[in-house]
């Protein structure tokens, strides 16, 4: 049973950035694709960005490509999402979520397995 624990959230000014991170524990980091959501007050769980093992590929949601990265430490099992540009419509909680598998890069939420409380990032205007 993997455990993920975010960190890292927190209020940024527009234009700014923010990077925040998911440790996993409680059981090997070994060929688990991971993946950043997020959810906007009002609206429902939408995909942000997932990275497969070890790390090679990713990919990104429109909204997020060219300001958001994520990439991973596979030695201390952690994951990460550096924010840049950030503007007031990323305002969410954000979500990690892993899934144990090779090839693809899922972008939905039912393909993982396993998910964190959340981490609340606030964008002011």
């Known amino acids: 049973q993997v455990q993920l624990v975010e960190s890292g959230g927190g209020l940024v000014q527009a234009g700014g950035s923010l990077k925040i991170s998911c440790a996993a524990s409680?059981?090997?980091?070994?060929?688990?694709?991971m993946g950043w959501f997020r959810r906007a007050p009002g609206k429902e769980r939408e995909f942000v960005a997932t990275?497969?093992?070890?790390?090679?590929?990713?990919y990104y949601a429109d909204s997020v490509k060219g300001r958001f990265t994520i990439s991973r430490d596979n030695p201390k099992n952690t994951v990460y999402l550096q924010m840049n540009n950030l503007i007031p419509e990323d305002t969410a909680v954000y979500y990690c979520?892993?899934?144990?598998?090779?090839?693809?890069?899922?972008?939905?939420?039912?393909?993982?397995?396993?998910w964190g409380q959340g981490t609340q990032v606030t964008v002011s205007s």
């Open positions: 409680g059981g090997t980091f070994s060929m688990y694709t």
């Open positions: 979520a892993a899934v144990r598998r090779l090839g693809g890069l899922p972008s939905t939420s039912h393909e993982y397995d396993y």
């Open positions: 990275i497969n093992w070890p790390g090679g590929r990713t």
